[in-house]
């Protein structure tokens, strides 16, 4: 298992410095700074002392490893804008964007194991199927759209729910299922192939043939042998859980960190706007590593390799 | 005991391919119907609900902020969001099924090279990419296009070098290389045709997520810049005049609603466990 | 082969007793992509208590998918038993209303070894918790340190080494022969009155081979269960069975004692199988081979079902046209062929012809 960890360790690390790197890459297409930084009576020689300054004289590949030392030490740079760190400002509006995920990341995966283990054990199989198509049917649907249809019927028609903003539990309702009910029907169409590629297997034709019955085996033999690629793929899926956060954030003017890299864009602020990608894509990179480490004490294969 | 038949009829796929084939070519026709100018402002009919009437003429499905007759926008937006997503997935698909089968064909740095660039493209949530992008490198229709395809290519990427994998290895392949054959020529008359399938299933799949990053785009007013409508732009900007008029904002999304939907339950019947050949359930009728 | 005597034969075994188990007429149909067929038709047989039945047949005869049904553990979505009565221990086991019954019976009173001990058991359960919850599912008064102790007992009966510390061990640290012997394991925890070991070495290793046939003979020795050996391998059948039962194209066509079969084998079919084993005892120019291949189930021939590879039939009307019944040719001993009193000159034929191609 060792080596598995070490391996992997190492795969994150890689990745994280590609990652920084596609920022820089961003970084200095976004053009040249200086002129959006000075104002209008500038100098030429002003120009010059404040690209000195930002080190932007530099041969390319010396500001890549400044660039690159800067990052590991937590500095992506300086809003254009509000002249405070670019990280700084996405911490700020990190929590509620961790808020928003997790709660939706809760409601998909809990309601999704809940709702398809009983099924299978009451073993109504076209309960099931129906069950399933409006999950494919809600996959269909943008996820910004349908959040805009929850505000429509239930803030505008119905009153019952705040649409913007975040405050109260009552806020965090609608963008919560707006994004949750993807993830549960994402989760729930995951948990059936699975169930139904682990039913080929010999295992479970032994199982039966020990007399245990249907929930049992469910339970106690499938069940298991389920959650470990559902492990892996939750560890994927949540880059597009964070990516639909972003989108669902504009929808319900919720103050994360989608929203501000948003607004940065119209704002032309590109530090920020890198800052957040990179920022989110490390969050992504190192839960996938916890994922996947998971996996490793959990899989018996795995763990006494 | 009763034993359960092999229907050979799905009624999703057939709906789904209806959908998509009937919006496609709507949207192909689209410079031929008779539209209204989608451009054209007429602050009177601002904010006109469906089927309003006017003097001179009938507003099918309303009217926008400004007064531009809603169904000419609507078709038009289409053609666009349809044009600059199937674009797109073309770019992907070959981009993907070229860089996936020199990969598996060739082996070696090339092969490390091509799957870690994936790999860090991958690290990095395709939503979050196309913002970044977008605002980077711009926004205009060509460029839409072309980053939506240059992000989306390595689910083709993964598969293709997969097959080449497994395939390289197979006897004609290898009989090939004896004769002489050059890589190009094997690449070309084996490993396409082989590939080709699979590829199929994927893009019919990936053709609705693409349309989705599209409009969330357009949405987010990254992606395709006014006055040229979008689907995604359109639900945008009717989200300021949800209590009055709320079609403005719905309608688009049905139309994106129905397109992912075709592309999904065509993709679903055509993924080999639905046809039943993912193998024998070993579950009894206990 | 012929003149083997089979040994290891329980004393007292007699199909004249009530039958433990009894199939009459058994029919079951699949569906598959090309539409329903029937795999296997009308088949009967009985199992005395304490004796060993070897069923013989190549893939597709239909001996598989009999003891699947035996079991109740046909695929619900591929499979169905369409016709016939089973009845063990003077139940019927396939009565609607007695499912639970037949559940209880599963892993119970009838328990089955299936073929591929790599991929039959669960990879994440520990083999103690698999042989512990056949356990705990037929009997539920066991408390946990029972529990424990008794698969260590199991464990240390089919010779698993250090069976405490094996027992916590998962499916990847055993080795193929281990995991075969944890899967009889489970079978006879419950004391099975019929236990169904289908192709068990097949997968194995030669020098695997004979000591898991040992260990499923200590078994049986020790709880008296009968067993139903299911084998395309006549060596096995010739020194483990008592009777035999020769199946093809999803139908019986010959069964008797194993002196009687092997000895005197009466139908075309078990002929040309027993002529296509290598001879140890004289020189063959090369192998004797049925001639064709056995029929996939959606194109069986009609009337008897080998008629077409039969080289006895030579184009005679019934066997294209009438399905031939179970004749007793001797008593015990019956084939389902039309011209079986001709069978043993034929057989004689047969030898002679191929001993003047060697020379």
Redesign the interface.
Same mark, same amino acid.
């Given at each position: 298992m060792m080596s598995f960890v070490a391996k992997r360790v190492l795969q994150a690390g890689l #990745?994280i410095a590609?990652?920084l790197t596609?920022g820089f890459i961003?970084i200095r297409?976004?053009g040249d700074p200086v002129a959006l930084l000075l104002p209008e009576n500038a100098t030429v020689e002003d120009a010059a002392r404040m690209r000195a300054a930002l080190g932007l004289d530099l041969p390319l590949w010396r500001q890549y490893l400044s660039f690159m030392a800067d990052a590991l030490r937590g500095d992506l740079g300086m809003s254009f804008r509000q002249q405070t760190s670019a990280v700084g400002l996405v911490l700020e509006r990190l929590p509620a964007t961790m808020e928003l995920a997790f709660a939706a990341f809760a409601i998909g995966v809990i309601l999704a194991f809940g709702l398809d283990l009983m099924l299978r054990i009451a073993g109504s199989e076209r309960l099931r199927k129906v069950v399933l198509w409006v999950a494919? #049917?809600r996959?269909?649907?943008? $996820?910004?759209?349908f959040g805009? @249809?929850l505000?429509?019927l239930f803030s505008?028609t119905l009153r019952w729910l705040p649409a913007l903003g975040r405050g109260t539990p009552a806020h965090l309702v609608l963008p919560a299922f707006t994004l949750g009910t993807y993830e549960l029907a994402l989760y729930l169409r995951l948990l059936e192939?699975s169930f139904? &590629?682990q &039913? $080929?297997? +010999?295992?479970?034709? $032994?199982?039966?043939?020990?007399?245990?019955? =249907?929930a049992?085996v469910m339970l =106690? &033999?499938i069940l298991? !042998?389920v959650l470990?690629p559902m492990v892996t793929l939750a560890g994927l899926n949540l880059? /597009?859980l @964070?990516?639909?956060t972003? %989108?669902t954030e #504009?929808?319900f003017s919720w103050p994360g960190v989608g929203r501000l890299?948003?607004q940065a864009?119209?704002q032309?602020d590109?530090p920020v %706007?890198?800052a957040?990608?990179l920022m #989110?894509?490390l969050i992504? /990179?190192v839960l !996938?590593l916890v994922v996947d480490l998971l996996y490793a004490v959990l +899989?018996?294969?795995v763990r @006494?390799a | 005991m009763k034993l359960a038949k092999h229907s050979r009829f799905h009624l999703d796929a057939v709906l789904g391919s209806a959908l998509l084939l009937a919006f496609l070519l709507m949207a192909l026709a689209v410079p031929l119907l008779p539209l209204y100018d989608p451009y054209e402002q007429d602050l009177m009919a601002s904010l006109a609900e469906p089927l309003a009437t006017s003097a001179t003429r009938t507003y099918w499905l309303g009217g926008d902020a400004l007064g531009r007759d809603y169904l000419s926008r609507l078709s038009l937006a289409a053609r666009v969001s349809l044009g600059i997503s199937v674009a797109a997935v073309g770019i992907s698909l070959v981009m993907g099924v070229a860089l996936g089968l020199i990969a598996g064909f060739f082996r070696g740095p090339v092969e490390a090279a091509i799957m870690g660039l994936g790999d860090l493209q991958l690290a990095i949530p395709r939503v979050l990419l196309l913002i970044a992008s977008a605002a980077v490198f711009g926004s205009s229709i060509g460029m839409l296009t072309l980053l939506l395809g240059l992000t989306s290519w390595v689910t083709y990427g993964r598969l293709a070098r997969a097959m080449a994998l497994s395939l390289r290895e197979r006897e004609f392949v290898l009989a090939a290389i004896t004769q002489g054959a050059s890589s190009q020529w094997n690449i070309r008359k084996h490993l396409l045709p082989n590939v080709a399938p699979n590829m199929a299933i994927i893009a019919s799949f990936e053709f609705g997520q693409v349309v989705v990053l599209e409009a969330s785009l357009s949405y987010l007013g990254l992606g395709v810049q006014p006055p040229l409508p979008s689907l995604g732009l359109m639900i945008n900007e009717g989200q300021l005049y949800l209590e009055i008029n709320p079609w403005i904002s719905i309608l688009p999304g049905l139309v994106i609603f129905a397109l992912v939907a075709g592309s999904q339950f065509v993709s679903q019947r055509f993924t080999p466990e639905s046809r039943g050949d993912g193998g024998l359930s070993r579950v009894p009728t206990v | 082969m012929a003149g083997c005597p089979a040994f290891r034969r329980f004393e007292g075994a007699s199909v004249s007793d009530q039958p433990l188990l009894s199939v009459r007429g058994l029919t079951i149909d699949i569906s598959t992509r090309k539409g329903t067929s029937t795999a296997v038709e009308g088949l009967s047989f009985e199992l005395g208590r304490g004796e060993v039945l070897g069923i013989v047949g190549e893939s597709g005869s239909g001996k598989s998918i009999t003891m699947l049904a035996l079991m109740g553990l046909l695929s619900s979505d591929s499979a169905a038993l369409t016709a016939g009565q089973i009845t063990l221990d003077g139940q019927a086991l396939y009565s609607d209303d007695l499912s639970r019954y037949r559940r209880e019976t599963r892993g119970g009173a009838m328990a089955m070894i299936f073929q591929e001990p790599m991929t039959s058991l669960n990879p994440v359960l520990t083999i103690g918790a698999q042989i512990g919850s056949t356990l705990r599912q037929h009997q539920p008064g066991l408390s946990s340190a029972d529990l424990k102790a008794r698969v260590v007992k199991l464990l240390a009966l089919v010779g698993v080494p250090e069976p405490e510390r094996r027992s916590r061990q998962y499916p990847h640290e055993y080795s193929g022969g281990m995991r075969q012997r944890a899967m009889i394991a489970m079978a006879i925890a419950n004391d099975p009155k019929v236990l169904i070991a289908d192709e068990p070495t097949t997968a194995l290793d030669v020098t695997v081979q004979a000591q898991i046939m040992e260990v499923l003979a200590a078994a049986r020795a020790r709880t008296g269960a009968s067993m139903l050996l299911v084998t395309h391998d006549l060596g096995l059948i010739a020194e483990n069975a008592d009777r035999v039962l020769v199946m093809y194209g999803g139908r019986v066509v010959e069964q008797g004692t194993v002196t009687e079969i092997f000895e005197r084998p009466r139908h075309p079919y078990t002929i040309g199988l027993l002529r296509s084993l290598p001879a140890i005892d004289r020189e063959q120019a090369s192998l004797y081979a049925i001639p064709g291949q056995p029929p996939a189930v959606s194109e069986r021939p009609s009337g008897c079902v080998f008629h077409p590879r039969c080289e006895m039939a030579q184009g005679r009307a019934p066997c294209s046209a009438e399905r031939p019944p179970m004749h007793e040719v001797v008593p015990g001993h019956g084939s389902a062929c039309h011209y079986a009193q001709e069978t043993r000159g034929w057989a004689d034929d047969l030898a002679s012809r191929l001993v003047e191609a060697a020379q």
């Amino acid at each position: 298992m060792m080596s598995f960890v070490a391996k992997r360790v190492l795969q994150a690390g890689l #990745t994280i410095a590609g990652v920084l790197t596609v920022g820089f890459i961003l970084i200095r297409a976004a053009g040249d700074p200086v002129a959006l930084l000075l104002p209008e009576n500038a100098t030429v020689e002003d120009a010059a002392r404040m690209r000195a300054a930002l080190g932007l004289d530099l041969p390319l590949w010396r500001q890549y490893l400044s660039f690159m030392a800067d990052a590991l030490r937590g500095d992506l740079g300086m809003s254009f804008r509000q002249q405070t760190s670019a990280v700084g400002l996405v911490l700020e509006r990190l929590p509620a964007t961790m808020e928003l995920a997790f709660a939706a990341f809760a409601i998909g995966v809990i309601l999704a194991f809940g709702l398809d283990l009983m099924l299978r054990i009451a073993g109504s199989e076209r309960l099931r199927k129906v069950v399933l198509w409006v999950a494919l #049917t809600r996959q269909a649907i943008p $996820t910004f759209w349908f959040g805009l @249809l929850l505000i429509l019927l239930f803030s505008v028609t119905l009153r019952w729910l705040p649409a913007l903003g975040r405050g109260t539990p009552a806020h965090l309702v609608l963008p919560a299922f707006t994004l949750g009910t993807y993830e549960l029907a994402l989760y729930l169409r995951l948990l059936e192939a699975s169930f139904r &590629e682990q &039913e $080929t297997h +010999d295992y479970v034709r $032994t199982a039966y043939a020990k007399g245990l019955g =249907r929930a049992r085996v469910m339970l =106690r &033999e499938i069940l298991p !042998n389920v959650l470990l690629p559902m492990v892996t793929l939750a560890g994927l899926n949540l880059g /597009v859980l @964070l990516g639909g956060t972003v %989108v669902t954030e #504009t929808v319900f003017s919720w103050p994360g960190v989608g929203r501000l890299i948003v607004q940065a864009v119209s704002q032309r602020d590109y530090p920020v %706007v890198v800052a957040g990608v990179l920022m #989110t894509s490390l969050i992504f /990179v190192v839960l !996938n590593l916890v994922v996947d480490l998971l996996y490793a004490v959990l +899989d018996p294969r795995v763990r @006494l390799a | 005991m009763k034993l359960a038949k092999h229907s050979r009829f799905h009624l999703d796929a057939v709906l789904g391919s209806a959908l998509l084939l009937a919006f496609l070519l709507m949207a192909l026709a689209v410079p031929l119907l008779p539209l209204y100018d989608p451009y054209e402002q007429d602050l009177m009919a601002s904010l006109a609900e469906p089927l309003a009437t006017s003097a001179t003429r009938t507003y099918w499905l309303g009217g926008d902020a400004l007064g531009r007759d809603y169904l000419s926008r609507l078709s038009l937006a289409a053609r666009v969001s349809l044009g600059i997503s199937v674009a797109a997935v073309g770019i992907s698909l070959v981009m993907g099924v070229a860089l996936g089968l020199i990969a598996g064909f060739f082996r070696g740095p090339v092969e490390a090279a091509i799957m870690g660039l994936g790999d860090l493209q991958l690290a990095i949530p395709r939503v979050l990419l196309l913002i970044a992008s977008a605002a980077v490198f711009g926004s205009s229709i060509g460029m839409l296009t072309l980053l939506l395809g240059l992000t989306s290519w390595v689910t083709y990427g993964r598969l293709a070098r997969a097959m080449a994998l497994s395939l390289r290895e197979r006897e004609f392949v290898l009989a090939a290389i004896t004769q002489g054959a050059s890589s190009q020529w094997n690449i070309r008359k084996h490993l396409l045709p082989n590939v080709a399938p699979n590829m199929a299933i994927i893009a019919s799949f990936e053709f609705g997520q693409v349309v989705v990053l599209e409009a969330s785009l357009s949405y987010l007013g990254l992606g395709v810049q006014p006055p040229l409508p979008s689907l995604g732009l359109m639900i945008n900007e009717g989200q300021l005049y949800l209590e009055i008029n709320p079609w403005i904002s719905i309608l688009p999304g049905l139309v994106i609603f129905a397109l992912v939907a075709g592309s999904q339950f065509v993709s679903q019947r055509f993924t080999p466990e639905s046809r039943g050949d993912g193998g024998l359930s070993r579950v009894p009728t206990v | 082969m012929a003149g083997c005597p089979a040994f290891r034969r329980f004393e007292g075994a007699s199909v004249s007793d009530q039958p433990l188990l009894s199939v009459r007429g058994l029919t079951i149909d699949i569906s598959t992509r090309k539409g329903t067929s029937t795999a296997v038709e009308g088949l009967s047989f009985e199992l005395g208590r304490g004796e060993v039945l070897g069923i013989v047949g190549e893939s597709g005869s239909g001996k598989s998918i009999t003891m699947l049904a035996l079991m109740g553990l046909l695929s619900s979505d591929s499979a169905a038993l369409t016709a016939g009565q089973i009845t063990l221990d003077g139940q019927a086991l396939y009565s609607d209303d007695l499912s639970r019954y037949r559940r209880e019976t599963r892993g119970g009173a009838m328990a089955m070894i299936f073929q591929e001990p790599m991929t039959s058991l669960n990879p994440v359960l520990t083999i103690g918790a698999q042989i512990g919850s056949t356990l705990r599912q037929h009997q539920p008064g066991l408390s946990s340190a029972d529990l424990k102790a008794r698969v260590v007992k199991l464990l240390a009966l089919v010779g698993v080494p250090e069976p405490e510390r094996r027992s916590r061990q998962y499916p990847h640290e055993y080795s193929g022969g281990m995991r075969q012997r944890a899967m009889i394991a489970m079978a006879i925890a419950n004391d099975p009155k019929v236990l169904i070991a289908d192709e068990p070495t097949t997968a194995l290793d030669v020098t695997v081979q004979a000591q898991i046939m040992e260990v499923l003979a200590a078994a049986r020795a020790r709880t008296g269960a009968s067993m139903l050996l299911v084998t395309h391998d006549l060596g096995l059948i010739a020194e483990n069975a008592d009777r035999v039962l020769v199946m093809y194209g999803g139908r019986v066509v010959e069964q008797g004692t194993v002196t009687e079969i092997f000895e005197r084998p009466r139908h075309p079919y078990t002929i040309g199988l027993l002529r296509s084993l290598p001879a140890i005892d004289r020189e063959q120019a090369s192998l004797y081979a049925i001639p064709g291949q056995p029929p996939a189930v959606s194109e069986r021939p009609s009337g008897c079902v080998f008629h077409p590879r039969c080289e006895m039939a030579q184009g005679r009307a019934p066997c294209s046209a009438e399905r031939p019944p179970m004749h007793e040719v001797v008593p015990g001993h019956g084939s389902a062929c039309h011209y079986a009193q001709e069978t043993r000159g034929w057989a004689d034929d047969l030898a002679s012809r191929l001993v003047e191609a060697a020379q």
